[in-house]
């Protein structure tokens, strides 16, 4: 899999768009970025993923750059539930998912 | 999006008991499972990969002996951890995958703790 690097942590006020980057400058041209966050003491959550072109969904916009090196998964209104570890994860479709660190975000009244 | 369950939810054993844990995608077959291990403030670590009818493949440093995988149908896989002692006391994450899905989606979790 490919490396990703985000930074250890984050906050964002509620109400507000949480932007949340990823750098994964290795990613071959098969593989997939993913994210996933988990919540204190649950399973991890689906969030989107994308191969090469931005994706939307009732949860958040992934948006992945022309040379697909970084991406940016953006939440577009905040709320104090979305308060997680998110992880960006690249791999191939269909392949394990090894996690990283994550970022963790702090969502503040 | 597909559903995954575990059960139980969280389990206390006593050390050098066996604790078994049930992995069911509810609503789509899955082809493939992953068993993960969590320690407070750590991130997902996989412990084996199973494949429907086929022996699990399990990674670097992870006991097969030890943590028992079976997958014999399309929507259950299992997870024993044999001879349990305090250090096996973690959050147990499985999740599932099906023919041709290019995601994985994953179960709630299972807290052990070994007494």
């Known amino acids: 899999d490919a490396k990703t690097t985000q930074p250890p942590s984050m906050d964002c006020a509620e109400g507000r768009a949480a932007n949340l980057p990823c750098n994964h400058s290795?990613?071959?041209?098969?593989?997939?970025v993913y994210w996933y966050r988990q919540i204190h003491s649950q399973g991890p959550q689906y969030i989107i993923h994308?191969?090469?072109n931005n994706e939307t969904n009732e949860m958040a916009s992934l948006i992945i750059t022309e040379d697909r090196k970084s991406s940016t998964l953006i939440l577009p209104h905040a709320t104090l539930r979305d308060t997680a570890v998110y992880y960006c994860i690249v791999r191939p479709g269909g392949f394990k998912t090894i996690f990283g660190a994550g970022t963790r975000l702090f969502v503040k009244a | 999006g597909a559903v995954v369950s575990q059960h139980p939810s969280r389990v206390i054993c006593k050390s050098g008991t066996s604790v078994k844990i049930e992995c069911r995608s509810l609503?789509?077959?899955?082809?493939?499972m992953f068993w993960y291990r969590q320690f407070p403030k750590q991130s997902l670590m996989l412990m084996a990969t199973s494949n429907e009818g086929s022996k699990a493949t399990y990674e670097q440093g992870v006991e097969k002996d030890k943590f028992l995988i079976n997958h014999a149908s399309l929507t259950l896989s299992t997870l024993t951890v044999t001879s349990a002692h305090p250090e096996d006391s973690s959050f147990y994450i499985c999740?599932?995958?099906?023919?041709?899905?290019?995601?994985?989606?994953f179960g709630p979790g299972t807290r052990l703790l070994v007494l």
């Open positions: 609503d789509f077959q899955a082809t493939t």
């Open positions: 999740s599932a995958s099906g023919t041709g899905q290019e995601t994985q989606y």
């Open positions: 994308g191969l090469k």
């Open positions: 290795t990613i071959s041209g098969n593989e997939y």
